[in-house]
């Protein structure tokens, strides 16, 4: 069956179906019935509306969700700036960082698992491009924590929907709307403004985040495709109505706004909805339920066909952010390099792996845990050694990539890399395109006798080629 073999069991319950319109309830007749905001809500509970685009977004693209809970959000103290000279996910005129804009190719040794945090202290800005405050652009994380958050804490991320994918160790994750456990292998999307927190009951976690700025993720169009495939809609998990009854303690909320962290005091528990009905809410997705799609007569396509999650720019087509995997697969083409071809691309990519070998990178360099980034028309493809395989492979049909799982945040953005990901994480290889790519050697033969058709070249012997096969010959 096309589903992970996961370690940890699953220990909560969900409800399946991507941008569906779900409602859930952890105590019967909480939810009123036949509206949304009744002058008094089912048991003393409070009416709240969260909206994830504006009011008067066309049907097709409003998000929003109608929480019944113990009380509102908004009772909760002033916000505070927190850890001002160490937070700062935002580079450029609103923080003390900068990007660093370059074309060379970059490749991280895997990141260090750090035990000594927690999860909102654990995540590094390594790349992105754009501004939160703008909503325009993304940002690309590492995380690495050892620790829970307190007991009486929360997070949230007022900047963009937060894509999460870990490589180590299980997140245990109680949102406002319900709970759920993300292990390696799935992937998770916290969207902005929802509260959480994270605890790790398999010990310390690592793995990939992308923060989305602008937009919502969506499935991608199939097209020729047709009904089903890639990634279907069936298989994404939303949580269950869960709720806690605390309103005599005090619960410090953390909001990373603007790049920024803020904390604020409250006497409740911020996990308090008792029931909820919308279509914006947090969600969990199995990779390995992706229906991977290819060639099976020759070439090698595009890898736009393994797009999981895509979040549309102004121009149909062109993606703020692709969230793209390369999944144990099978490949038939005939007379075909079957690795991916070599290329430039109008489109950034940065690469990680989960586990296992990524098939186009079989030199060793791009382990688990690490990462690379293939910036705008930055030129790139597989290295010396899997060239010199593929090309000498029998063609006969070949299962690739079992035991592994590698995926792409892809932007048409010029991504800058940070500080932190350029010198001070200390995990650059210095040696990747000399490792990569300086190992090729030219194969080119000319044929005997060569027919040149181009008056600017020389053939074998020196003497020019056929005049009358030249426009313009002098």
Known sequence: MPVTNFKIPEKYEYQNGFSAYHETEAVEGALPIGANNP???????????????????????????????????????PFEARETST???????????????????????PFDLDETVDWVHSLRLVAGAGDPTMKSGLGIFIFAAGKDMEPHEAFYSADGDLLIVPQHGVLDIHTELG?????PNEI????????????????????????????????????PIGSNGLANARDFQ?????????TETE????????????????NHTPFDVVAWHGNYYPYKYDLARFNTMGSISYDHPDPSIFTVLTAQSDHAGTAIADFVIFPPRWLVAEDTF???????????EFMGLIHGQYDAKTGGGFQPAGASLHNVMSAHGPDASTHEKASNAELKPMKVGEGSMAFMFESCLMVGVTEWGLKKCA????????ESWAPLKPHFKRPTPAKIVNGAAKGANGEVGDEAAVPHYT
């Open 251 to 266: 619960y410090t909320l953390l909001a990373k706004f603007s790049g920024h962290l803020f904390a604020a005091k409250q």
């Open 179 to 183: 709970k759920l456990l993300v292990r």
């Open 427 to 434: 995990k650059v290889q210095e040696d990747y395109n000399a």
């Open 338 to 348: 079957r690795p991916p071809w070599y290329h430039r691309n109008t489109m950034s």
């Open 238 to 246: 939303a949580p269950v109505a869960a709720f806690d009854e605390d």
């Open 39 to 77: 002058q008094k809500a089912p048991f003393g509970l409070y009416n709240e509306k969260l909206s994830g685009t504006a009011f008067t977004a066309p049907r097709h693209e409003n998000q929003q969700t109608w929480l019944y809970r113990i009380l509102p959000a908004s009772a909760h103290a």
């Open 87 to 109: 937070f700062d996910t935002n580079p450029g005129i609103h923080g003390k960082e900068r990007w660093h804009q370059i074309p060379n190719q970059l490749r991280w040794d």
């Open 188 to 223: 998770c999307v916290i969207p902005r403004g929802i509260r959480h927190r994270v605890t790790l009951p398999e010990g310390p976690v690592r793995g990939y985040m992308m923060e989305l700025y602008q937009g919502h993720f969506q499935l991608p169009e199939l097209g």
